[in-house]
C-alpha cells in the first residue's frame, strides 16, 4: 500500500507541478488561434449571409478587437483565481462561436445583420484574453529567469494554432464533397473550451525553486521544448506542401493530424523528468535546511537589546521615508514596477502602443485577408487554406525567434528590445510590397515575410513592456499592447482595404468583371483589388519603424546599464527589470 500511495502523490505532485503548468500553458496557446484562420471561413460567412467586403472586414475588425482588448480579463486577473478566469474564457469561446455558426449555417434565421454578426464573433473572440492572461502571466511569474523563452514559446505556440486547427479541419472534412467552412467554426467553438476547462486546476503562478542547480536545468529543458516545437513547425510545413502537391483524402489527412497530435503529447516526457528532478533537489534542500536549523539553534547567540532598541527608533523615519517616496509625483525608474496609471501616461509607453496600432495593424489587414487576396489573384481554395497554415508557421518562427533571441540579442550583440522592433516592422514593409504589386506566386513569400514579423512582434511588445514597466501588474500592462491593434486594423483593414476593395469591385461590374449578389458586388478580381491599399500599408509600416526608432533612442542609456549588469553578472538569461535602478527618468505627459 505504501508504495501505492506515494506513487499516487507523485502523480499529483507532478500534475500540479511548474513544468505541468507550463504544458497546459502550451496547450490552452495552441488551442486559442481561431483568428490567425479568419481568412479561411470569412468566404463562407460573406456568402451565407451576403455581406460585401467592407462589411466583411468590419466583422474582421470587431474579432480583432474582440481578440486585443484583454484590459478587463487582466484586471479581472488580478483578483480573481485563474480557474476562474479560465471558466469564463471557456463559455465565452462556446457561445460566441456556436452562436456564428448557427448563423451561418440559417439555423437561427433567415438573415444575420451585421452588428449580430459582429457581437457573436467578438465575444468568441475576447474569450482569448482571459486565457491568454491566464497562460501568460502564470508562465512568466513562475519562470522569471526564462522570460524571453516563455513568451517566445508561449506565443510561437498560439502561432502554430491555426495551423493545427486547419490540419485538424481538413482531417474531419477535407476529403467530403461538398465540405464547406462551416464546421471550422464550430470546431473552434468546442475545441478551445475544452482544453481550458481541462486545465482548470493546473494553470496558476507557481514560485520558482531559489536552488542554484535548477537554472541550469531550466535553460536546458526549456531549450528542448524549443527544439520539439521546431519540430512540430517543420512537420507542418512538410504537410502543407505534400497536401499542396498532392490530393489527400480524409484518411490520410487523418494519419496526419494523429502525428501532430502525438508530438503535441511528447513534451510531457520532458515534464515528467524536470518535476521529478525538482523533488529530488526540494527533498534535499529541505534535509540540508533542516541540519542547519539544529546548528543555529545550538549556537545562536544572546539577542542584545540595545540592537532592537536602535533598530525601533530607526523605523519611523524610515516609515515616513518611504511614506514621502510613496507620495512624491515623479515615476520610478526605467525597468521598477510601475502603477498602471504610471505606465499609461509615459511617453515610452505611448510611442509603443502607436507603433503596436500601426505596425501591427497593417500586418494583420494582409493576415486577415490572405484569403480574399488568393481568391481575388486567382488561386483556388486549397492554395488558400495552405495560405493561412504557412502564415500560422511562419507566425510561429517569428515568435520563437524573438522571444529566445531577447536572451542573448542584447549581450551578445548589442541589439536592444525596441531595436528588434525596428528591424522587424521594416523587414514587413518589403512583404506588403509583394502584396501590393501581385507577382505571379509572390503571395507564397509574402505570407511568410508578414507571418513570421507579425509573429516576432508579439513578444517584442510584451518583452518591452515588462522591461520597462515591470512585473507588478503585468496581468494588466501586458494587456494595452494588443488592445490599440485594432485601431490600427479598423483603420487600414476596413477604411482602407476594404473601401477600396468594393470601390474596385464596382468598377468591374460595370465592366461585368465582378460578381453581384443580391444588388450587392462581393467579388473584385485582379492585382488593383489590393494594390493602392497597401500601398499605403507598407507606408504606415515604415512610420511605425520611425516611431519605434524614437523609443530605440529614448531607452538607449536604460539598455545599456542593463548590457552592463549582464556582463559583470556573466548571466544572459535572466530579465532586466530587476537591474534597472540606475536608469533615466521616464518623460510622462503632463
Not at 216 to 235: D, G, I, T
Not at 343 to 349: E, T
Not at 460 to 477: C, D, M, P, Q, R
Request: aromatic share 10%.
Amino acid at each position: 500500500m505504501a508504495p501505492t500511495a506515494s506513487g499516487v502523490a507523485f502523480m499529483v505532485s507532478q500534475l500540479r507541478g511548474r513544468w505541468f503548468m507550463l504544458y497546459g500553458s502550451f496547450l490552452i496557446m495552441s488551442a486559442a488561434g481561431a483568428t490567425s484562420i479568419f481568412a479561411v471561413y470569412s468566404k463562407d460567412i460573406k456568402a451565407r449571409l451576403g455581406y460585401t467586403q467592407e462589411e466583411l472586414n468590419t466583422v474582421g475588425f470587431i474579432m480583432d478587437l474582440g481578440a486585443n482588448v484583454g484590459v478587463h480579463a487582466g484586471l479581472i486577473a488580478e483578483v480573481a483565481p485563474p480557474w476562474l478566469v479560465l471558466s469564463i474564457s471557456a463559455f465565452m469561446n462556446l457561445g460566441g462561436y456556436l452562436m456564428l455558426y448557427l448563423s451561418v449555417s440559417g439555423r437561427v434565421g433567415s438573415e444575420t445583420p451585421v452588428w449580430l454578426a459582429c457581437l457573436y464573433i467578438f465575444i468568441g473572440a475576447n474569450s482569448q484574453t482571459f486565457s491568454h492572461t491566464c497562460a501568460l502571466v502564470s508562465s512568466v511569474r513562475s519562470f522569471p529567469g526564462s522570460r524571453g523563452a516563455m513568451l517566445g514559446l508561449l506565443k510561437g505556440f498560439l502561432g502554430l494554432s491555426g495551423a493545427i486547427f486547419t490540419q485538424l479541419y481538413l482531417a474531419f472534412y477535407g476529403g467530403r464533397s461538398g465540405a464547406d467552412t462551416r464546421s471550422l467554426i464550430l470546431l473552434i467553438g468546442w475545441l478551445p473550451a475544452i482544453v481550458s476547462v481541462a486545465f482548470l486546476g493546473t494553470i496558476r503562478v507557481i514560485p520558482a525553486t531559489k536552488q542554484a542547480a535548477s537554472a541550469f536545468r531550466e535553460f536546458r529543458a526549456v531549450r528542448c521544448l524549443l527544439y520539439l516545437s521546431l519540430v512540430l513547425a517543420a512537420y507542418l510545413m512538410v504537410a502543407i506542401i505534400l497536401q499542396k502537391r498532392f490530393s489527400f483524402n480524409s484518411t490520410e489527412y487523418g494519419v496526419s493530424t494523429g502525428i501532430i497530435l502525438t508530438m503535441l503529447l511528447v513534451p510531457l516526457a520532458i515534464v515528467q523528468r524536470e518535476e521529478a528532478a525538482a523533488a529530488l533537489i526540494h527533498e534535499t534542500s529541505d534535509m540540508a535546511l533542516a541540519e542547519t536549523s539544529v546548528v543555529d539553534v545550538a549556537t545562536e547567540p544572546t539577542p542584545q537589546p540595545e540592537a532592537s532598541t536602535s533598530t525601533a527608533m530607526k523605523n519611523p523615519a524610515s516609515t515616513m521615508v518611504r511614506t514621502l517616496r510613496s507620495l512624491r509625483p515623479r515615476p520610478p525608474p526605467r525597468g521598477q514596477d510601475h502603477t498602471i496609471l504610471q505606465a499609461l501616461v509615459s511617453v515610452d509607453m505611448l510611442l509603443l502602443l502607436t507603433a503596436s496600432a500601426v505596425g501591427v495593424g497593417g500586418m494583420l489587414t494582409a493576415v486577415y485577408n490572405i484569403g480574399q487576396i488568393g481568391e481575388s489573384l486567382g488561386y483556388p481554395q486549397q492554395n488558400i487554406t495552405n495560405l493561412v497554415s504557412l502564415v500560422s508557421i511562419w507566425s510561429y518562427l517569428g515568435r520563437v525567434t524573438s522571444g529566445f533571441g531577447l536572451d542573448t540579442a542584447l549581450v551578445r550583440h548589442n541589439l536592444s528590445t525596441p531595436l528588434l522592433m525596428f528591424v522587424v516592422l521594416l523587414l514587413a514593409v518589403p512583404g506588403h510590397l509583394l502584396v501590393a504589386f501581385g507577382v505571379p506566386g509572390s503571395l507564397y513569400p509574402a505570407s511568410m515575410v508578414i507571418g513570421f514579423c507579425y509573429g516576432a512582434t508579439q513578444p517584442l511588445v510584451l518583452a518591452i513592456i515588462s522591461e520597462l514597466f515591470g512585473l507588478k501588474y503585468y496581468s494588466t500592462l501586458s494587456n494595452f499592447g494588443p488592445t490599440v491593434c485594432p485601431l490600427g486594423t479598423y483603420i487600414l483593414n476596413v477604411r482602407v482595404a476594404g473601401r477600396m476593395y468594393d470601390m474596385e469591385a464596382a468598377r468591374q461590374s460595370v465592366v461585368g468583371g465582378g460578381h453581384v449578389m443580391a444588388g450587392k458586388v462581393t467579388t473584385c478580381i485582379g492585382v488593383r483589388c489590393y494594390r493602392e491599399s497597401f500601398l499605403v500599408i507598407a507606408v504606415a509600416t515604415s512610420v511605425a519603424a520611425a516611431v519605434v526608432a524614437t523609443l530605440t533612442w529614448r531607452t538607449w542609456e536604460f539598455y545599456a546599464v542593463v548590457k552592463n549588469r549582464k556582463e559583470q553578472s556573466g548571466d544572459g538569461r535572466q530579465g532586466v527589470s530587476c537591474v534597472a535602478g540606475e536608469a533615466n527618468q521616464h518623460t510622462f505627459l503632463l
